[in-house]
């Protein structure tokens, strides 16, 4: 593809790689550093005028430090009179806190930030003319941009996973591990041709579940639990138990961002998981060898094909279920 470099940031080197590779491409040369009062510093090793860049960046490891390399790379490539500067985001930084909640027993509004808005707005002042992500918290994360946003889905992969690797999956039930995930487990369920079932719950404070209750049937059936993202892992373990408690032969959880912090780890191997199935938006080669229940599926073609259909001027929507893996 003539005209376009790819840079990696240094968050997840591993997965830019594999999507330079599907695309036929090398990496663009850039070196990130600190100094020692802890300022990145970025410098970009060729040229840029006229091109179409795109920048992998993934909003994990340490992040705040991530978010900044990728906003000065970003700037770094628009002063030096690119085309166009993709910012490639596998996993969004501050997704979560996407809205204002309510608070206390008097349920009051909070007076916390919408800090996904914030960095949305950062984005597009460093200089960023399209953004790729996927699978957002809350999708209407994308109306905080005032550029293009391309939301991606890992549904195909999931479903070729179920496929490839559960025998019982037309047993199976879809489950949400909370209300939001309801439109998630619905569309998996009617592609696998299957039931779902959702669980409520409710948080007396972040991190931290209350209780559950399980809305479906999943007596001897293969469950299935679906989310966006697992960061302490409190809610899937404790979806688990429910569910076989509940009578279900077997529990999965597959899930496209799998940030597994704190206690995270120890939860997963303690839980009643035949698997816990993520997606390589975060790197998990670290957390796989202390957790063998962890596996990966790669995402890198969806990635690779996005970029190449963008730069083509082709439509990005149309291939999230016909992608081939």
């Known amino acids: 593809m003539p005209n376009i470099v790819l840079f990696s940031g240094s968050s997840h080197q591993d997965l830019s790689q594999r999507v330079a590779d599907r695309l036929g491409l090398e990496?663009?040369?850039?070196?990130?550093?600190?100094?020692?009062?802890?300022?990145?510093?970025?410098?970009?090793?060729?040229?840029?005028?006229?091109?179409?860049?795109?920048?992998?960046?993934?909003?994990?490891?340490?992040?705040?430090?991530?978010?900044?390399?990728?906003?000065?790379?970003?700037?770094?490539?628009?002063?030096?009179?690119?085309?166009?500067?993709?910012?490639?985001?596998?996993?969004?930084?501050?997704?979560?806190?996407?809205?204002?909640?309510?608070?206390?027993?008097?349920?009051?509004?909070?007076?916390?930030?919408?800090s996904a808005k914030l960095v949305a707005n950062m984005l597009s002042v460093a200089g960023a003319d399209h953004i790729i992500t996927m699978d957002l918290?809350?999708?209407?994360?994308?109306?905080?941009?005032?550029?293009?946003?391309?939301?991606?889905?890992?549904?195909?992969?999931?479903?070729?996973?179920?496929?490839?690797?559960?025998?019982?999956?037309?047993?199976?039930?879809?489950?949400?591990?909370?209300?939001?995930g309801a439109k998630r487990v619905t569309s998996i369920a009617d592609r696998l041709n299957v039931e779902f079932a959702l669980i409520h719950k409710e948080r007396k404070k972040a991190n931290e579940v209350d209780r559950m209750v399980l809305v479906g049937d999943v007596k001897d059936r293969v469950a299935i639990l679906v989310d966006d993202m697992a960061d302490t892992c409190g809610t899937i373990c404790h979806a688990a138990d429910k569910l076989v408690s509940a009578g279900a032969t077997k529990v999965y959880a597959i899930l496209t961002h799998g940030i597994f912090s704190g206690p995270a780890i120890s939860r997963i191997n303690n839980a009643a998981f035949e698997a816990v199935v993520v997606t390589n938006t975060i790197p998990q080669e670290e957390k796989m060898k202390h957790c063998p229940k962890i596996q990966f599926i790669d995402i890198s073609m969806i990635l690779a094909e996005a970029i190449r259909r963008t730069h083509n001027g082709e439509s990005v929507s149309y291939l999230f279920s016909h992608v081939p893996l």
């Open 137 to 180: 918290h809350a999708s209407q994360i994308q109306g905080f941009f005032d550029i293009p946003v391309d939301n991606l889905y890992a549904e195909p992969a999931v479903l070729q996973w179920i496929k490839e690797n559960i025998a019982e999956w037309r047993n199976c039930i879809i489950v949400s591990p909370d209300a939001g």
């Open 27 to 114: 990496l663009g040369k850039v070196v990130t550093k600190k100094f020692s009062n802890q300022e990145t510093s970025v410098e970009i090793g060729e040229s840029v005028r006229g091109e179409d860049v795109y920048i992998i960046q993934s909003g994990c490891g340490e992040i705040n430090d991530n978010l900044m390399e990728l906003l000065i790379m970003i700037n770094a490539c628009k002063i030096a009179s690119s085309s166009r500067v993709t910012a490639v985001i596998p996993c969004f930084p501050y997704a979560r806190q996407d809205k204002k909640d309510k608070k206390g027993a008097v349920e009051r509004w909070s007076r916390a930030p919408i």
